[in-house]
């Protein structure tokens, strides 16, 4: 989804939080417009003044925008999915799950969580606004409290609009499968109706720009533009879950896995293996157990004329748990792993022992397969 990469910023939680480059340019166009309204009726806040406190309410939204993330990835850990991560990016944040809810109670919960945080945080902030208002303070300490209030309601409100991927779309999404006993069916009609709700933003957002509301029509058409690609998006996933649905890994793993031995010298590895199978890393084993993997990079690391007397056993790099899956986990998770770290195989390994690989190209071939057979 984010292709200008993110950086790590923290973990809360257990849960890693990243912020994507785009955020950046949100950020200062956020910055830019609180930083006009408060020179402006009805505060005319002196520049300076203004520049100021445009960032700090900045920064206070995007922490709200982070705590809204956060109370929908609590309440998934408390009812066992695994957040891999919360990225702050362009149009806000994103908790990234690494399958789906495992039941429509679930999904209601984790759901409504985020604007129930939102409300949470409005009210705060606007119970701030109300008293320091009564100690006459100026608009200088009111306006970010009263901003952000107004912000939080509107975040939760937008939220919770009836459309897939939503939180409202979730929570439709949740009484649809509730009632149908049909997960891919709900989320065709919640994705729909996320479809809808994004032509709409599209359309008044283009009315708002050609009617020049500038920067508010653009942004509004950006949004429905999102919105749009992340319910189809949504759709397919949960069709490409369906249809990998009670695979096990185990059944499509390639079970002759091209492996290595410790005491292979690296002059050896570099012309027997990468050079002839175009691998771009190697499994080392002593038996059947897994001591760890050789990549390109590690023999890059020898110099060339250690490559006789240096063996694979003293570049070795332990196997990333990353790069490992169990034989008896399902087939659509090891996809999903696959693209969260981006590589095309992974070892398959129990207790210790490599017993297989898998490739999304055999994932890819099984999907084909069982779609032209309509299963």
């Given at each position: ?50 520049t ?14 982070l ?48 604007p ?5 945080l409005?009210a ?14 100026g ?67 283009f009315?708002?720009f ?8 653009l942004?509004?058409?950006?949004i ?16 490409l ?36 199978y ?22 890059k ?16 790099t ?9 034989p008896?986990?399902e ?43 309509g299963?």
């Open positions: 989804m984010f292709q200008f990469g993110s950086f790590r910023i923290g973990k809360i939680l257990g849960i890693d939080v990243e912020v994507n480059y785009t955020w950046f340019l949100i950020f200062l166009l956020v910055t830019i417009s609180y930083g006009s309204l408060f020179t402006h009726d009805p505060y005319n806040v002196p520049f300076l003044p203004a100021v406190l445009s960032i700090i309410t900045s920064l206070l939204f995007f922490a709200s925008v705590l809204h993330e956060l109370t929908h990835s609590f309440v998934a850990k408390r009812n066992g999915l695994d957040i891999k991560k919360i990225t702050l990016f362009l149009f806000g944040g994103v908790a990234q799950m690494t399958e789906e809810p495992s039941s429509p109670q679930i999904e209601f919960k984790m759901a409504i969580a985020g129930s945080m939102s409300f949470f409005g705060v902030f606007g119970a701030l606004w109300f008293f320091v208002s009564r100690l006459d303070l608009v200088t300490y009111t306006a970010p409290f009263e901003m952000l209030s107004l912000i939080n309601f509107g975040l939760a409100i937008f939220n919770l609009l009836p459309g897939f991927p939503l939180d409202g779309g979730r929570i439709a999404r949740a009484v649809l499968w509730y009632f149908t006993k049909n997960i891919v069916k709900a989320t065709r009609i919640a994705s729909y109706a996320g479809q809808t709700i994004a032509f709409f933003l599209i359309f008044v957002g009315i708002a050609i009617s020049n509301f500038g920067f508010g029509g942004w509004l058409m950006l429905g533009w999102f919105l749009n690609n992340a319910a189809q998006q949504g759709y397919r996933q949960m069709e879950q369906n249809s990998l649905s009670n695979v096990k890994v185990e059944e499509i793993m390639t079970r002759d896995v091209v492996t290595i031995y410790p005491e292979l010298p690296v002059d050896q590895l570099v012309n027997d293996y990468f050079l002839r175009k691998f771009g890393r190697f499994p080392v084993v002593e038996g059947h157990r897994l001591l760890g993997v050789v990549t390109l990079h590690d023999v690391e020898v110099p060339r004329e250690n490559w006789i007397s240096t063996t694979a056993g003293q570049i070795i332990l196997a990333s748990k990353n790069i490992e899956v169990a008896g986990e087939v659509f998770k090891a996809l999903m792993q696959m693209a969260q770290e981006d590589v095309g195989h992974l070892l398959v390994v129990r207790d210790g022992q490599l017993e297989g690989l898998i490739t999304k190209s055999d994932i890819m071939r099984l999907i084909r397969i069982r779609t032209g057979l299963m």
